[in-house]
């Protein structure tokens, strides 16, 4: 696939930072996560065969093909319809708080202009938890009876919907300008098929996924300035060579009694692998130049990735807890400071606020295949359920393109997201937002493209037992070929 790169758009931004699904809250089992969604970037999703990962060029987007957008429409009547915009993760029964700042207080006029011109409400609620939600858009909208009018879904979930022919066709509506510089452009062409739109987000930066933090007391301890890792992070010497050595030094026997105390690292094996696949210029899924998918697993930087977080568990620097630990010990583990570092989706914060010890987050270390630092990154897009009147569609549409609307305070502040969900708020460290966060923002990621192809299983399919199992890499990768190729196949097939 190519690299992506996330530029910050300042002219045209609006940021809705919204609360997140399960904020801060632990996968829901082995091998799924349940990350809440923020933010936005932009990138590019595809790629040609034998360079599944990052190809090391800057390639940015541009978000809008340097068309202006269209003189505003007249107001329309939309008859005091309330408008339903449902996602997993709004609390129903908070109330709402009132503007805390200058943005949100110009937020909040803008809202209450647009909703007596165009007579019209807006109201998000959560219909469904993280488990049940697609379940839930299939069996209403299957009903004839959307369980909302908007639907916020992840972008694999709309992926896997897109397949089906669930969701509604947004190019073929009047209110939808597709050249608007609004819609996120990597995210709308990730959910465009055959010509077709089927869903778009107008978030402007992407939600930011798998990082590496770190314990500063433990670096301390074991001789290792705290600092030192965000300078080599700047400098481009944060590399899989200098992690292994923080790890062999930050494992460590302190009481003298033959038996480690502290390890140098932890972490879910799912996290991990991903951690270090993205970092060294790798992908389990890739993207050939005519836009189909293939099968990267079995390519060389794939499996070096896979083999060296092998290798620092076979070293005795990663620790995966006591024999009768439960399978998420990992969070304990750092948060209980018995490993010095972890790769963890970036929503894990709330778990390390908990910390008494102050603790810092880079970009998981870069790998010898890669020529810059990479993690991915997802994002929530919005959709309407495909047997919805073309008349109610338009009113939808043309609501949320009001709604979302940039605010001038954004343009006029073009750091404001620092004081947002992935901003100074979250991370005890301002260095986490103006080093690591910036470079993410302003720097590289890549779309995670098995998020793309319904149909694996990930857990038992290859993420169970792909660093601590029996198999060998190369074993565990002929394993999982069969399943993974024939999802493959039918995504081709469907999208093709």
């Not at 299939?138 to 879904?153: H, K, L, N, Q, R």
């Not at 020529?371 to 929530?380: A, K, R, S, V």
């Not at 569609?393 to 073009?414: F, H, K, Q, S, V």
């Not at 910036?438 to 720097?443: C, E, K, T």
Request: proline residues 5%; glycine residues 8%.
């Amino acid at each position: 696939m190519k690299r992506v790169t996330i530029l910050l758009l300042v002219v045209v931004m609006l940021m809705s930072f919204a609360a997140c699904a399960g904020s801060d809250s632990e996968s829901q089992a082995p091998g799924s996560s349940a990350p809440p969604s923020q933010g936005q970037a932009s990138s590019d999703s595809g790629g040609s065969n034998n360079n599944s990962g990052n190809s090391g060029s800057d390639t940015s987007a541009d978000n809008g093909g340097g068309e202006e957008e269209p003189t505003p429409a007249q107001p329309r009547d939309l008859g005091g319809i309330e408008i339903l915009v449902s996602d997993w993760w709004t609390n129903n029964l908070a109330e709402k708080a009132p503007p805390s700042n200058l943005r949100e207080e110009q937020q909040e006029d803008y809202w209450n202009e647009i909703f007596e011109e165009n007579s019209f409400t807006w109201k998000r609620r959560s219909i469904a938890g993280w488990g049940d939600y697609v379940e839930t858009f299939t069996t209403s909208v299957m009903a004839g009876e959307p369980a909302a009018d908007i639907f916020i879904m992840g972008d694999g979930w709309a992926k896997q919907l897109m397949a089906q022919g669930l969701l509604y066709p947004l190019n073929t509506l009047d209110s939808f300008n597709e050249n608007s510089p609004k819609w996120n452009p990597i995210m709308k062409d990730a959910m465009t098929v055959n010509g077709n739109t089927y869903a778009v987000t107008h978030e402007k930066y992407v939600e930011p996924k798998n990082f590496l933090f770190f314990n500063k007391r433990l670096f301390a301890d074991a001789g290792i300035d705290p600092n030192e890792i965000y300078a080599l992070q700047e400098s481009g010497d944060w590399t899989w060579a200098k992690f292994e050595e923080y790890c062999e030094k930050l494992t460590r026997d302190t009481d003298g009694d033959g038996i480690n105390d502290t390890f140098g690292f932890t972490g879910f094996e799912v996290e991990v692998c991903s951690g270090f696949i993205f970092s060294n210029n790798a992908q389990y899924i890739g993207v050939n130049s005519d836009g189909t998918y293939y099968n990267a697993m079995n390519e060389p930087n794939f499996i070096e990735a896979i083999q060296f977080a092998r290798s620092i568990w076979e070293k005795g620097y990663w620790t995966d807890g006591p024999e009768d630990s439960s399978w998420d010990w990992f969070v304990t583990g750092f948060r209980g400071a018995y490993a010095a570092m972890i790769i963890r989706e970036a929503y894990s914060t709330g778990e390390w606020n908990k910390m008494d010890d102050e603790w810092g987050m880079v970009y998981p270390p870069k790998g010898p295949k890669a020529t810059d630092y990479n993690t991915y990154f997802g994002e929530n897009v919005y959709c309407l359920p495909f047997n919805i009147s073309k008349e109610k569609a338009e009113d939808l549409m043309y609501a949320y393109n009001l709604y979302t609307e940039p605010l001038p305070y954004d343009a006029d502040n073009p750091d404001f997201w620092k004081d947002g969900a992935y901003g100074y708020q979250r991370f005890r460290d301002a260095r986490a937002v103006d080093y690591t966060m910036s470079m993410f923002y302003n720097g590289l990621a890549s779309l995670n493209n098995r998020a793309y192809v319904p149909g694996i299983d990930w857990g038992p399919t290859f993420d169970w037992g792909s660093i601590f199992g029996a198999e060998t890499v190369i074993e565990k990768i002929e394993a999982a070929k069969p399943v993974v190729d024939a999802a493959i196949s039918e995504a081709n097939a469907a999208f093709g």
